[in-house]
């Protein structure tokens, strides 16, 4: 069994070259990790590489923290991670976390080139470095300092992979690349369930990261992609389903929290996607590039005033110099599919289909 292991590992190694990988788990390891959850055992820190075969779950939240699990790979061969949200504990928060940690000098050491591969997850997926969302304490702290981008990058999660998965939500955004999260791809996956929110969520100082090859199935109130105050992204070949409340929105968020936001969300691809529709005659415009609302507007922007820098100092979204080309609408019953409201963008050989 361990030789086997060992195969399947260096087959991996193999077929993604140029990825460095951490040991096996050793057998008592990995009786650990499925051990069931309970409230007073209910994480599991990954450190090492392992393999889930069918009909083997961890029903623990799985933790995979600082540089110590740099090279870390989570692969399942018809495992899971993660029970239907009837029977987890974590109903509606994260079941995956790959998260930097504080250092004893106050740095932060971060885990790089972690892949997870091929697992049904059920629950939420969150990197994250500084703080797990735009408003969270360090996050704020730093936003009220200049360079604070380069920050955020220099301490989160940085080349993550999240390949051919199929993550249910079942209430929180599904997959959440967090502030200065760089890098990293959700490639050739399902992403199905529910949210409160969008289905994949790139936040503010996050950069150069790829959504490729997708299939968005999961039923939210809002955009499907949110692209905020993240620069430099790829976004292609992906399939948008239920697409009326939006598709990807590229704006910069302002204010909520008291966290100005710095990054311009620039120099993103948008290409060769396609979005479908339900028949619903009330469908938002599925790309928005500087997507603005009143309650952005109202109620978050005024409360990072005092802050000289990024959306402190001007609330304006500046998606700017994007590229949107090549993308496919079918069925939309509104015709302002795309929807421009800055400059300097490049749109380019869509098309909308009428079924």
Known sequence: MKWSLLLLLALASWLHPGEASAEACS????ARALEP?????????????LVLRKGEVISKMVRITGAKSSGVRLVCQGGAVGLPARKSLF???????????RSDGGGWSRPENVLIEGCEVNGAIRIMGLGPNGQAKNVKASSRRKDHTQR??????RGIVLRNLVVRGDGRIPVYFAPGVTNSKLLDSRIVGQSVSSGVYLDAESAENEISGNVFAVKTPR??????????????????????????????????????RHQKPRFNRISDNT?????????????????????????????DRGIRFGSGADDR?????NT????????????????????????????????
């Open 27 to 30: 057998a008592q390891k990995k």
């Open 37 to 49: 959850a309970t409230r007073s055992r209910s994480t599991f820190h990954l450190d090492c590489d």
């Open 91 to 101: 109903r509606g928060k994260d079941i995956i976390e790959i998260r930097s940690a």
């Open 152 to 157: 955020a990058q220099a301490a989160a999660p």
């Open 223 to 260: 955009e499907l992609l949110s692209i905020d105050g993240s620069a430099k992204n790829l976004v292609t070949r992906n399939m948008f389903n239920n697409s009326n409340q939006g598709g990807v929105y590229v704006y910069r968020n302002c204010g909520e929290g008291g966290a100005a």
């Open 275 to 303: 979005f479908r529709y339900s028949g619903s005659s009330k469908a938002r415009p599925t790309i928005w590039l500087s997507f603005s609302s009143t309650l952005r507007s109202v109620v978050l922007c005024p409360q």
């Open 317 to 321: 979204n500046f998606a700017r110099k």
């Open 324 to 355: 949107v080309a090549n993308n496919t609408f079918i069925g939309s019953p509104i015709s302002e599919v795309i929807r421009d409201n800055d400059r300097d963008n490049r749109l380019a050989d869509n098309r909308l289909v009428r079924k």
